[in-house]
């Protein structure tokens, strides 16, 4: 029989799947070659999961004559992998995350773990982040002491209708602007919103948020949420005005384009 030189995070020779109990979900580890794997399960509420090793010191699995030596001797090797992932939590949700779903997870030969967030090292390679919308129409016509207000967890925007006249879209206009001026780091939202209006129509999108630096139209991160997610051409709002990313240069800083370029700009929300 010939002999195989098995390699250290080798797809179809060291990934698999850890045991499920009563928390977990069935799932397999099928199409593994020499670049890759899929894993394919049935996942329906938060406790529905599996556990995917990518590395484990101890075979506990093949024959002792077999099976390769413990060895945990990591020194000069880098992991890198394309993620692909369909209808499961993506990566970049910041939900308080009830199980490492979105990290790489680790034990150390001292008995020291930890978790390496996945996001936080991750460069988009293709396709484009859907971001969730939704358009509020207020219908009718105001009067006197009408009251409009929409919740978004335990925040309320919250407008009640003035004795002088007052149109549908000046209502919508100021509920836009109680949104558009929310201290979203102060908040502590999983997610911002950004809101724009047209008529009596009020546009509403998700949003991440965090803190930068700017010098002349170079912006790099500080804190919260990084720029992992943002395209060339997307909105950015900071220290309350709007702009447009002219490049993503990095996972930690971007360029605007220079016409929309404001030099005091500390907080920010895309």
Partial sequence: ????????????????????????????????????????????????????????????????????????????????????????????????????????????SDGTSGTIPLWDHATKQDGTFGVASRIFTLNGTPVAFDRVTLWYGNLAFDKIVSDSPETASQVVDEIRDQITDTNWPAVGMPYALMASSSGADLTIKAARYGKVDTSGTTVTWRSGEKFTGVAAGAGIRINGVNYTVSTVDSQTQITLNEHCWHPNGREVSR
């Avoid at 075979?59 to 499961?88: A, G, I, R, S």
């Fill in 1 to 108: 029989m010939a002999l195989e030189l098995i390699k250290k995070l080798q797809p179809h020779r060291t990934v698999h799947l850890r045991g499920f109990d009563g928390r977990g979900a069935a799932a397999a580890l099928h199409g593994a070659s020499d670049t890759g794997f899929t894993v394919s399960g049935y996942f329906v509420t938060p406790s529905d999961f599996c556990v995917l090793m990518l590395w484990d010191r101890d075979n506990k699995y093949e024959h002792y004559h077999f099976k390769y030596l413990p060895d945990d001797d990591f020194t000069n090797m880098v992991l890198e992998f394309d993620l692909e992932v369909t209808n499961l939590q993506p990566i970049d949700d910041p939900l308080f995350e009830w199980i490492p779903w979105r990290s790489l997870s680790y034990v150390k």
